[in-house]
């Protein structure tokens, strides 16, 4: 049998403000002609849909149009919800679809596979909505429930029962944090508190091959354990790394094969860092008019109207950071010590700006305007 593992679409997310709806369209139409291509027989989407549990019109639009193009190829699909999923909102969506297309939204159906039949016979999906302790807590009585951990943990066990009692090979699909990811600052939002929410490997003993997802960049736990991380890139911070999914392989026996299928990028994304006008060099304006670009400004001072100039040569920038370079030598006094010292108001005025400009003091004109105004003070005050 042949499996493609993706998760993590997040239709209708924004970057930056921009729609996503074109780019991620175009990346899930090249997923659909891999499934196409490589005679796929199933195809997980291991939640995260959707980005919100509200998601507007056209988000439904682009799930559907791409689920049916899925079940047009002769594939199987099926689909869990995510943290950001509303699970009752999927469910619903669930009553509507064409046999062949599978939305497991319900906790209480975590024992109960979705069985799929190739030459060497049934092959078992167990899918593991997202599972909130504080909700979910009330279906199982007498279970300690209190962290994503042990939920995870009374999940994987609900699936090993159903193991026991049907014969065959079988794959786990679940959303989660597990122990071991390298996760992308400030972008998946949290499914954990601390340390205690992060689930040990050892809980997903037992299954062919476990399909993750949460995590938005590709990730191999374990040769049977894996992420396949977002279609399209949401965050500068993922920018290096790569989009895709898994082609997975089972044999008669279990797991055969994995292998990484890439996606197109529709757009790059790159960080240009640097003095102002060296990122708006031609040689960059050149090589990155296309891109979404991060722009991290160097200068000692802030610019004036910085992403305005920077949208005139790069018309998708996304982000202007001023990020001076600091000395590497430290302060010998504090800006209170400094200023408890000065003994003129020119003084003051010194310490005062190389305190809020990284150690930058007044430029020379900007000292001849200091003494202008203090000068004028002084014939002011005299004249009172």
Known sequence: MRILHTSDWHIGR??????????????????????????????????????????????YTLLGD?????????????????????????????RLLRDGIHVVTDPLSIGTPVT????????????????????????????????????????????????????????????????????????????????????????????????????????????????????????FGEQHKERGSWLIDLDATGLAAAVWLALPVPRRLVTLTGPLDEILSAENVAEHADDWVCAVYTDALPQAEPMRRLKERFPHCAIVQHAPVLSGEPEEHSYAAR?????????????FLEHVRAGQGPSERESELIREVLDERVVAEALV
């Not at 689920?67 to 469910?91: E, F, K, M, P, Q």
């Not at 429930?145 to 699936?159: E, R, Y």
């Open 116 to 235: 799929i039949d190739d030459s060497d016979g049934p092959v078992h999906f167990y899918g593991i909505p997202y599972l909130e302790p504080a909700i979910v807590r009330q279906h199982w009585d007498g279970v300690a429930l209190k962290t994503q951990a042990q939920t995870m943990a009374h999940a994987m066990d609900l699936v090993r029962a159903g193991m026991a009692t049907h014969d065959g090979r079988s794959v786990a699909i679940a959303h989660c944090f597990a122990a071991g990811v390298d996760a992308t600052t400030g972008l998946e939002r949290e499914v954990r508190q601390g340390g205690l929410d992060v689930v040990p490997l050892e809980v997903f003993d037992g299954p062919d091959y476990v399909a993750l997802g949460h995590i938005h960049g590709r990730q191999q736990i374990s040769e049977r354990v894996r992420y396949a991380g977002a279609p399209l890139h949401y965050s």
């Open 66 to 94: 791409t689920l049916v193009a899925l079940h047009d190829t002769g594939a199987r699909v099926i689909v869990t919800s995510g943290n950001h999923d509303s699970a009752a909102r999927l469910g619903f969506q669930a």
């Open 14 to 59: 924004t970057f930056h403000g921009n729609s996503t709806m074109d780019a991620l369209a175009e990346v899930l139409g090249a997923l659909v002609q891999q499934v196409r291509d490589n005679s796929v027989d199933v195809v997980i989407v291991a939640g995260d849909v959707f980005d919100s549990a509200t998601p507007a019109g056209p988000a």
């Open 339 to 351: 200023l408890k010292s000065a003994v003129t108001d020119t003084e003051r005025i010194e310490a």
